[in-house]
């Protein structure tokens, strides 16, 4: 018979004092390996839910199965995974910006309720008692938007989620310890057609004044809630059964309130559940994956100098995949002037250094295109440059001549949308294959003038398809 150790029995009392569901360590414990007797008298308490399905001889075993044991589905290239075999457990700082928080917090404040559980009848009148909000039925841009970058963070395709539910917790508010998914008892009851629950995609959105951590006992890890800050774990272990390990604890506030937002994904959709393309699977190279900033002014002379003395040399541009249209049938939507070696050289030896210190990475060059020109009604339809070698890139603004000013728009790494203005010797470094941009709306004058420089890290290797 497996003997309590000190460690356990440490865990057992500080775990039952926290206020965590006692059913919840039970499980735990037996999952472990001790008799049901065994933790019964050791924690002075019999089980309020039926626990004959976890007093399977081959529970244990299914249990202990490590998470490092099956293939790695999830590729979130920003995020922080969690040091354990026990759970897939990641963080990623700044999902949300401080703006987006705000208004989510003012959009839970006009619209929650008390809030329920999917088998409230099981658990004391206190066991959850923050506030809800169910932000995904609201007809709202501003969630559809929020709703599909979560999406496209995980690579899953939305079918197969819930939608987004906020909760506000005040003083003395918890969410006791539980799991996510649905126990074997509550799965018919709330599969409606999408099956179990997989992932559980978490975002804090203040930093709480005192309180309000998210306790994973079986983790050794108390969450501090950090404004913008998304958690997301796996529910589920590698052969499809709830995994015990994610049982996890909303303690309450002590000083100031708490705002979340939580958004649930199922093993049921239509179509592939995993949609990330292997552009998306590059790796990060910066924090948000743009920024804008300026040529020095002797470099944009040579530059214009040379554009204004062979302007008549450009010849009609026809880019491969036919990313750049136009509305004038009868001529091309934009034009290319090659240039010199040396000037190409001059613009090399200026931007890979400070490229390489902006991403982090040694670099060598890959393409330098010519000027280009784009022409009266144009449009970049958006985007991702060749995941062999436009890895790290700049676009540098030559001249223009516009009645109104043309915006690049483009993503950043958490699939925030951005328009980026730019003047005349202004440059844009930005992550070319994984980040889509594009200039969609038409543009508005006679002529809109870049430079397009793409760089590779040394040791890349490209995704596989």
């Known amino acids: 018979m497996t003997v309590f150790t000190k460690e356990w029995t440490d865990w057992i009392d500080h775990n039952v004092n926290a206020g965590c569901d006692k059913d919840g360590v039970f499980k735990i414990l037996l999952d472990e390996g001790y008799s049901f007797e065994q933790i019964k008298n050791q924690m002075n308490y019999s089980p309020t839910v039926n626990m004959s399905h976890a007093l399977n001889p081959h529970r244990r075993s299914e249990n202990l199965e490590r998470a490092q044991d099956s293939p790695e589905i999830l590729y979130l290239s920003n995020a922080v995974r969690l040091e354990t075999d026990k759970a897939e457990f990641y963080v990623i700082d700044n999902f949300l ?32 008692t923050s506030s809800t909000c169910d932000l995904g039925q609201l007809d709202s841009p501003f969630i559809k938007e929020i709703d599909e970058r979560i999406c496209k963070m995980m690579g899953i395709d939305s079918s197969y989620s819930e939608p987004i539910q906020g909760q506000f917790y005040e003083i003395g508010q918890e969410f006791k310890a539980h799991t996510d998914y649905f126990e074997e008892d509550e799965i018919e009851e709330c599969d409606g057609g999408k099956g179990q629950r997989t992932y559980t995609f978490f975002i804090n959105l203040n930093d709480v004044e005192e309180g309000g951590t998210t306790h994973f006992p079986a983790l050794e890890l108390e969450h501090t809630p950090k404004r913008g800050t998304a958690v ?94 136009g509305k004038n049938k009868s001529c091309a939507p934009s034009s290319l002037l090659d240039l010199p070696p040396y000037l190409k050289k001059e613009i090399h030896d200026y931007l890979k250094p400070i490229l390489e210190k902006w991403s982090g990475t040694a670099l060598e060059p890959t393409f330098i295109y010519g000027i280009r020109t784009y022409h009266d009604g144009a449009v970049l339809k958006a985007h991702r440059d060749r995941k062999e070698t436009h890895i790290i890139s700049c676009i540098i603004n030559v001249f223009q001549d516009v009645r109104e000013d043309w915006a690049l728009q483009i993503d950043d790494h958490f699939y925030r949308k951005h328009e980026v ?6 440059m844009v470094f930005y992550e070319g294959a994984k980040l889509m941009h594009g200039r969609e709306v038409p543009f508005e004058g006679n002529s809109f003038a870049n430079i397009f420089c793409h760089f590779t890290p040394v040791d890349y290797v490209p995704p596989r398809e």
């Open 97 to 128: 910006n401080q703006k987006e928080c705000d208004q989510m917090i003012k959009l839970i404040g006009d619209m929650k309720r008390p809030s329920l559980m999917v088998n409230h009848g099981d658990k004391e009148n206190n066991f959850r």
């Open 232 to 325: 997301i774990w796996n529910n589920l272990r590698a052969n499809g059964k709830g995994n015990y390990n994610s049982l996890h604890h909303g303690k309450p506030v002590l000083k100031g309130n708490k705002s979340v937002i939580t958004k649930w994904f199922r093993s049921k959709g239509f179509g592939s559940m995993m949609i990330k393309t292997p552009h998306e699977k590059i790796p990060n190279f910066t924090s948000v994956g743009f920024e804008k900033t300026r040529l020095p002014d002797e470099i944009l002379k040579a530059i214009k100098r040379f554009y204004q003395d062979n302007i008549t040399d450009q010849k009609a541009e026809f880019v491969e995949g036919g990313y750049i249209q």
């Open 421 to 426: 203005f730019m003047k005349e010797g202004e």
